[in-house]
């Protein structure tokens, strides 16, 4: 072998040596990557992460204006704690190849780490970084369905523990040990694993969670949304990250894959399209020839989630079928669970619930053998002569997600809840998760109302009221202030001077005296500045207003300030006195 060695090109090496490492040991088929393979998987990784982005315009897009920063601050957490206890314990939960492995869950490969010397370091790293961006996706489908009304502690702690609620069903159709996976299951890129698990337990988070206030006092018609624009934007960006999501789980370019890998991308595209032709005549079936976005928001999205699972197993018009079927599903049992009185502000349980069983389940129908793969071992859909085996190991398949998903769920949120309270005190809900949680004061959406509607309910709110709100520097309007106070101050002298001529006019003298004159033309010069000192700016802060003296009814002219001794001219309102600040020349 090192003859050969010496020989070889530096592709030839490398094939060597892995046929010199397979000879000791077999390489997981997690990790039988080659550098080519590894270049893609790595590549996806990053697209999917920027699906992350793509959930949190959506889902902040869909709430209200109040709650916005806080749905996003979820999104952030979900890959912070649950990207973490990912490489904690998750992955290994999932692929660990420990001896005391099972087919109900791996254990072994915990807080992952090869060093230098292992072989397979590379492929190690980049199959854990593909993994870990299917998990954190899972995780933050199921931010939208609690949006408005959790306790923004409590998801910190359920996003640090809803790993487990994903790694294990993922470690039954993925795993080596897992017993769908040995029975022959079959989900390319996690119609199940991630959007049925994610859709599952967003269906029972809603549930447990109870409807936001006043959800349905009016009927079960959607709330208006908060940002419609940044919700258009999160589709566009999860369109694009689902290309890499579907793309990417061919787990490779080398051999046949790539052919595979450009057909899953082209069968996204198509699924998308029928299911976004389906939704848009739904809307307008529905809505009287009007457009609603959310229907062609979701309806699109759950023909995505539809493909997932087959994505290169299908011919064209299957996939158009596939995707049409999904979104249709999706936009009629939205209005269904509204009726149940579960309220998803995001439509997650049927997106990602709904539309994951089926994309599971379409795999039993339409799945052609992908010669020459081993992705479906052999094995053909209904419609392609397969006969009912792969059908019904699909249709488990999807029955146990869904369960383990709304099961662990409700057990998890149960145990957070002895701990920490799970739903918003009421008051806080009503002012905002933005404002309670993070001291984020939007302007104009009601605030004020709410705040002076819980004033007399002995709430305090001492430290809301001081909150200034967003989009302005304090400073700056601490200034503007100060800038009116001095406008006013001067108008005060302009109006008195005019009384003071006034009244000379009144006791008869004919013509002004030219000390009258002479401050008349005074005050003149200094309020128009400006108009007749070009060198002088025209602003307040520029201004240098000449200040006088009145002293039993005569002017000088003086630095100092004036008080007036005249008993017969009415009170001026004081104005009130403002922190000086030295950018100004003020007046006293």
């Not at 389906?278 to 307008?284: D, G, I, K, R, T």
């Not at 008080?563 to 104005?575: D, Q």
Request: glycine share 12%; hydrophobic share 45%; aromatic share 10%.
């Amino acid at each position: 072998m090192p003859s050969k060695l010496e020989n070889a090109t530096a592709a030839q090496v490398t094939a060597l040596k892995g046929v010199i490492r397979n000879s000791s040991y077999v390489i997981p088929g997690l990790y039988d990557l080659s550098v080519e393979d590894t270049n893609w998987v790595l590549t996806s990784s990053f697209i999917i992460f920027t699906m992350q982005t793509g959930f949190g315009m959506l889902e902040s897009g869909c709430v209200s204006i109040k709650n916005e920063v806080n749905i996003m601050m979820k999104n952030v957490i979900d890959i912070v704690l649950g990207g973490f206890t990912y490489w904690l314990f998750g992955y290994g939960m999932s692929f660990g190849r420990g001896p005391f492995s099972n087919p109900f869950i791996a254990i072994g490969d915990f807080l992952l780490d090869p060093p230098v010397g292992d072989e397979l370091m590379g492929q190690i790293f980049a199959a854990f970084l593909f993994q870990l961006s299917f998990a954190t996706t899972s995780t933050t489908i199921v931010s939208g369905a609690m949006a408005e009304r959790c306790n923004f502690k409590a998801y910190c702690l359920f996003s640090f523990l809803n790993t487990a609620v994903y790694c294990i069903p993922a470690g039954w159709v993925w795993g080596e040990h897992g017993f769908l996976n040995n029975l022959g299951a079959v989900d390319i890129a996690g119609s199940g694993p991630v959007h049925l698990i994610g859709g599952a337990a967003s269906f029972a988070s809603a549930a447990m969670l109870g409807p936001r206030l006043g959800r349905y006092a009016e009927g079960i018609d959607p709330l208006p949304l908060g940002n419609p624009v940044n919700a258009c934007m999160g589709l566009f960006v999860l369109w694009w990250g689902w290309l890499a999501f579907n793309s990417g789980s061919t787990y490779g370019v080398s051999g046949a894959k790539w052919q595979y890998a450009a057909r899953a991308a082209v069968m996204t595209m198509m699924g998308s399209f029928g299911g976004g032709f389906v939704s848009s005549l739904y809307s307008f079936w529905r809505h009287d020839g009007r457009m609603d976005i959310m229907d062609l928001i979701n309806g699109i999205l759950g023909s995505l989630v539809s493909i997932t699972a087959g994505c290169f197993l299908y011919r064209a018009w299957e996939a158009l079928i596939i995707g049409a079927l999904g979104s249709l599903l999706c936009v009629v049992t939205m209005p269904l669970f509204d009726r149940m009185g579960v309220d998803d502000p995001v439509g997650a349980s049927s997106v990602h619930g709904v539309c994951g069983i089926w994309g599971v389940i379409a795999v039993g129908l339409f799945a052609d053998n992908p010669i020459p793969l081993d992705t479906t071992k052999g094995r053909s859909g209904l419609f392609k002569g397969g006969g009912w085996y792969l059908l019904g190991i699909q249709t488990l398949s999807a029955f146990c997600l869904a369960c383990w998903g709304i099961c662990s769920t409700i057990m998890l949120l149960y145990v957070i809840n002895k701990i920490i309270p799970i739903r918003m005190d009421p008051h806080e809900e009503l002012l905002g998760a933005d404002l309670t949680e993070h001291r984020i004061r939007h302007s104009q959406i009601g605030l004020s109302r709410a705040i002076s509607a819980l004033a007399p309910i002995k709430i305090d709110l001492q430290e809301i009221i001081g909150i200034q709100p967003i989009g302005i520097n304090p400073g700056h309007e601490r200034s503007i202030e100060q800038l009116r106070a001095a406008d006013n101050k001067l108008q005060q002298w302009q109006s008195y001077l005019e009384q003071v001529t006034g009244k000379g006019n009144k006791l008869g003298t004919a013509q002004k005296t030219l000390e009258e004159q002479q401050l008349e033309t005074d005050i003149t010069l200094n309020l128009k500045s400006a108009d007749i000192e070009q060198e002088k700016p025209s602003s307040v802060f520029g201004r240098k207003v000449r200040s006088v003296h009145v002293i039993k009814d005569k002017w000088s002219e003086d630095k100092g300030s004036y008080k007036t001794n005249n008993s017969e001219l009415p009170v001026i309102s004081p104005v009130s006195r403002l922190d000086k600040d030295g950018n100004f020349a003020w007046l006293d």
